[in-house]
C-alpha cells in the first residue's frame, strides 16, 4: 500500500472518529460551537498573531476533548464496573479539558486587557 493511499485511509479514520464524537458527545458539539463564536469573535476582534493563538487554543480543546472521549470509552470497553482507578483515569482526562479550556479563557484576558 502506498503513501497515498495510507494517509487516504488515516484521513478516513480521523473524520471517522471526529463525527462518531460529534454524534454522541454533547461536550464535544458545546466545545465546537464555543469555538465557533469563540473564532468569530477573533476574526472581528483580533488580528495576526492574537488571532491566531485564539483560534488554535480553541482547536486544543477539541483535541484534548476528542482524548478525553477516547480514555472513557476505552475505561468503559475495559470494564462497566465502579472503579477508584476508572474514576481517576475519567477524571484525569476530563480535567485535561477543563485546564485546556482555562487556557483559552486565559488568552482571551491576556489578548483583550494586555
Known sequence: ????ERLKLRTIWSCDGIRDTWLTERSFRQWVWANIVSGGLGFVLL???ERALILV????????ELLNTAVERTVDLVSLDRSDLAK??????????MLSAIAVGVAWVVVLVG
Do not use: C, E, R
Request: no cysteine; glycine share 20%; aromatic share 8%.
Open 88 to 97: 481517576q483515569a475519567k477524571d484525569a482526562a476530563s480535567g485535561a479539558v
Open 47 to 49: 488580528d495576526g498573531g
Open 1 to 4: 500500500m502506498g503513501f497515498f
Open 57 to 64: 487554543l480553541g482547536l486544543m480543546v477539541l483535541v484534548v
